[in-house]
Each structure stands twice: as C-alpha cells, then as structure tokens.
C-alpha cells in the first residue's frame, strides 16, 4: 500500500454516508443523484499554509476551516450543502497531522450532513483546497445582484471577533486569557451560516458571506445591483468581548476586518416582520443594520447622526463604486 493509498483510507473513512451519493471514494470519477427540481450550486476555495494559515496551526482547526469557507459560499447562496471534493498537497505524509485533519474537518461536514465524494493527493507545499456541492430549488438561489433600493440591509452573528484574533496572534492587541479564548474560537472555528440561508431563501433580495469585511463584501452586493446602503454604525452587532474592547479598538476590525463568515443580506422592508420571526423561532442572530439606497455610495452614520469614516476603508467601495 503507497502512503497516497494510505491517506485515501483516512478520507474514505467518514462519520456520514449519504444515500444519494452512488459511487463516492474510491473511482476514477464520484456519481451522486441531485434532487429533482432543484439547482446544482458549486464552490471552491484554496487555503495555502502560511499564506491563508500557520502551516502549524492546531491541524483540527485548519481541517475545519477548510470546509467551513466553503459551507459559508453555499449559504450565501441559500444552497444545502451536501457533497465535497478534498485536493490536498502535502510536503510530506505525516500520519498523526492527517488523522487530527480529518477529525476537524469530519466534524463540521456530519453536522452539515456533507459527504467527501473523492479528491486528489500531491507531494507540494502544504494546500487544501475544497470544492462544496450543495443545491437548492429551482431559481431560488440568493444572488448578489438581488438589492433593491429600499431593502432592509442585515447581518448574522456579530462581526470583527475574527479580525481582534489575528491581531492578537500579531501581538497588535492585547487579550485576556478568557477573550482570547472566545476570539480565537471564532477565528479558527468559524459558524458557516447553513441554516440561516436555507432559511431566508423566500424572504431575502440579496446576500453574500462576510469573508473580507462588512463594508468590502456589502461593497459587492451594491455594485452588483448597482445601488447604494445607509448603515447605523451603532447597530453593527459585536460579542461581548468586542464591546468590552470597543472604546480602545473602535469599529475597524467590524468594519473591515475579514473572516467573520457571517451573512450579509438584504430583503424587502415588508419582509421585516417574517423575518423577526424566523430568527425567533430558530435562535438566529440577525440584526437590522440598514438600508438600501438610491446612491451609489456606503455611508456610515454615527450615534450623533453625524457621517462616519472610518480609519481603515479596506475596500473600494466606501467612497463610491461607480
Ligand atoms: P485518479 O488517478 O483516477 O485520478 P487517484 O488515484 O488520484 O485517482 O484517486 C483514487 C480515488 O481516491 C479517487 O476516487 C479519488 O477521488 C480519491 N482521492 C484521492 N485523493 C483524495 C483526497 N485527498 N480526498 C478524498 N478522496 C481522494
Ligand atoms: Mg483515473
């Protein structure tokens, strides 16, 4: 048995067995059934170790993460994920790295009930790039061109913890032990929004997940459908330890910081009322933050009511994006 041989056994090995997948690991090509009525929605990302990660960052939280990005796209596409393909190169085969690997990554796709339906292995610098099968009915998929102007303007979760963490590990803010713990959590082990797509499929104009910062990827959604937004800086929703920490870091890391994996969506104002009640009845953290508008610009409005700027823009999009 070839080491390559040896790492397929760690993979073929999975907690989950869908009953739609016919042929999965193990063939020159994987054959799975997607339902009827239903459009096939198809993602990839590639992590590339210290680019994207530590090359020695905990391997449960790196296997993780890589599907979670990709389980994020889906979301933003109101999409159920269900299969995955796992293209890794590896310096070198180390046994105890891919079992821990694995786990993290196991972990996440039984919760999302995601199967690994094949994938390739190469001997290179270490990268993991996976590419995320979901679906979702015919024509329904949340787009980012959907925005219209009057659009009520939400966020998932709360925003910039990511952010904080890896300036932490930068040794450019301090943390106690305990917010440490919280913020690295949400670095290293972020939630991919599944249920909450799936959910606003009917109520939802336009959505997109927040990888590269709240005003970079809503940046996005306004470009696509060619309008503008009005955001309540005070109503951006931050975790406890953020708040804690607001008066010495302010709202960049929120604003502008990457990999919160968070949904950003607009809807219909007359929509505001089904979708109070879908965050009640399913504990999901959603938060108005504000609107759509006629212009081509994102501002920001302070407390006072008074234009917000902040330090680090980020993106192009703040000023203008025509
Ligand atoms: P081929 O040469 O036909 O491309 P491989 O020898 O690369 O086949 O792979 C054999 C089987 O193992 C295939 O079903 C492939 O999808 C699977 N496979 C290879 N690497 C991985 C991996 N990293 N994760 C999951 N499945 C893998
Ligand atoms: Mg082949």
Known sequence: MTEFELIRRY???QPLARNDVRV????D????????????VITSDVLVADVHFYADAAPEAIGYKSLAVNISDLAALGAEPAWFL???TLPEVRPAWLEKF????FELAQRHRMQLIGGDTAR???SIAITAVGFVPYGKGLLRSGAQVGDDVYVTGALGDAALALAHLQHKQELTAAERTAVIQRL?????RAAEGIALRDLAASAIDVSDGLLADLGHILTASNVGARLQLDTIPLSATYRAQLPAIGWDYALAGGDDYELCFTAPAANAAAIHSLAEKHSFAL????????ATTLELIDCNGQPYVPKNKGHDHFASHD
């Open 86 to 88: 796992l293209d890794l």
């Open 124 to 126: 290179g610098p270490l």
């Open 287 to 294: 938060t108005k933050i504000g609107e759509i508008t006629a």
């Open 102 to 105: 694995a786990s993290g990554m």
């Open 24 to 27: 999965g690991i193990g063939d």
């Open 11 to 13: 993979f073929a090995s």
């Open 29 to 40: 090509a994987a054959v799975f059934h997607a339902p009827t009525n239903n459009d096939t």
């Open 188 to 192: 290293e082990r972020p939630t991919p």
